[in-house]
């Protein structure tokens, strides 16, 4: 099946630094998600993306949509200790045909620590 | 309003015992996924259903069947379960009209097959 490359895999940060993972593919995709799933509990949607180069803030959560279509990235600023958790992106393939397929491809997620 | 609800949060199983996962979402969405997450893997598509009396095979369907109850419910079957489905399953749901492919997740259930 199709694969998305998040990365990084993992990421130990102290409180207050800014983090910054990504997600790239060799395919293009119409919409790009991030979620975030806290230990025990089932993943919770951040931001969506729907335009290639758009740009979308959630908080001290930014995300953009690459322009070639075929990336992503997510920024947290200020980081604080409940950001710990596993952040996913996802996107949704857009058929040959130009439509859109409504399965998601998800990465395997970054693991964020933060030290107080 | 729950969102995603889904039963049991937890279970053990023996191998060849069977069981009926149970979903449901009241947002009145067309389409609902069931995943699997497991170490290292992310979250694979077992099941889907884009709407109402349609179900169709995912990324990893084998050992499992699904039937989509009516709107609001889709459930997740393991005729005879195996240490391999030892995992944690999560269902999902959307409105999947055009513009709109958000995913919503329950909080899921972990199963462990001894």
């Known amino acids: 099946g199709q694969q998305l490359n998040q990365s990084p895999q993992s990421m130990f940060i102290q409180e207050g630094e800014d983090v910054s993972m990504n997600c790239t593919s060799s395919s293009i995709f119409n919409t790009w998600l991030w979620y975030k799933q806290d230990p025990g509990e089932g993943p919770v949607l951040l931001i969506a993306l729907y335009k290639a180069g758009e740009l979308t803030s959630n908080g001290r959560l930014t995300a953009q949509f690459g322009i070639t279509r075929k990336d992503s990235f997510l920024n947290i600023s200020a980081s604080i200790p409940s950001d710990v958790g596993i952040y996913f992106c996802a996107g949704q393939l857009m058929r040959s045909s130009g439509g859109s397929n409504y399965k998601l491809t998800f990465g395997k997620g970054t693991l964020l620590t933060v030290n107080p | 309003n729950a969102g995603v609800t889904q039963t049991p949060k937890f279970q053990v199983l023996k191998t060849g015992q069977s069981m009926t996962l149970q979903c449901a979402q009241d947002?009145?969405?067309?389409?609902m996924y069931w995943y699997r997450q497991d170490p290292g893997m992310g979250l694979r598509l077992i099941y889907y259903?884009?709407?109402?009396?349609?179900?169709d095979k995912g990324e990893v369907p084998n050992g499992y069947n699904v039937s989509r109850l009516n709107k609001r419910e889709f459930s997740l079957r393991l005729e005879s379960a195996a240490p391999s489905q030892t995992s944690v399953y999560f269902c999902a749901s959307s409105e999947l009209t055009l513009g709109d492919y958000e995913q919503y997740f329950g909080p899921g259930t972990r199963l462990t097959v001894t």
């Open positions: 947002m009145n969405h067309n389409s």
């Open positions: 259903s884009a709407s109402e009396g349609t179900t």
